[in-house]
């Protein structure tokens, strides 16, 4: 059975910084991409950062470049989102989805979350200004 489970949202005040995991299980990890979206009410669906298992690649949202990080720890089945200088416009539900032969590109779009294999349920991120 396949599990994606994130784990790691809160309540936070600005400025400050969460880290979320997404525990994977059920699947080859090391052939996926995982991926972070992030949708808040009355929002678009965002596509917040992505990693290739395989090579390393990354793709980050702009508005969080340079202050989220994503990384995986290939032996936990792991990947996880650091995010950091927090701000009230990053409260939203998070949720990880994985995906075989997902190309890293520099341009990703809350749409293209169906191209991905995986899904799981989300953490919520609240960001008090």
């Known amino acids: 059975e396949v599990q994606l489970q994130a784990t790691g949202g809160g309540l936070v005040q600005a400025g400050g910084s969460l880290r979320l995991s997404c525990a994977a299980s059920?699947?080859?990890?090391?052939?996926?991409?995982i991926g972070w979206f992030r949708q808040a009410p009355g929002k678009e669906r965002e596509a917040v950062s992505c990693?290739?298992?395989?090579?390393?690649?990354?793709y980050y949202l702009d508005s969080v470049k340079g202050r989220f990080t994503i990384s995986s720890d290939n032996a936990k089945n792991t990947a996880y989102l650091q995010m950091s200088t927090l701000k009230a416009e990053d409260t939203a539900m998070y949720f990880c989805?994985?995906?075989?032969?997902?190309?890293?590109?520099?341009?990703?779009?809350?749409?293209?979350?169906?191209?991905?294999?995986?899904w799981g349920k989300g953490t919520q991120v609240t960001v008090s200004s």
């Open positions: 989805v994985a995906g075989r032969g997902i190309l890293v590109s520099s341009t990703l779009s809350g749409d293209d979350v169906y191209d991905f294999d995986y």
């Open positions: 059920g699947f080859t990890f090391d052939d996926y991409t």
């Open positions: 990693i290739s298992i395989s090579d390393g690649s990354t």
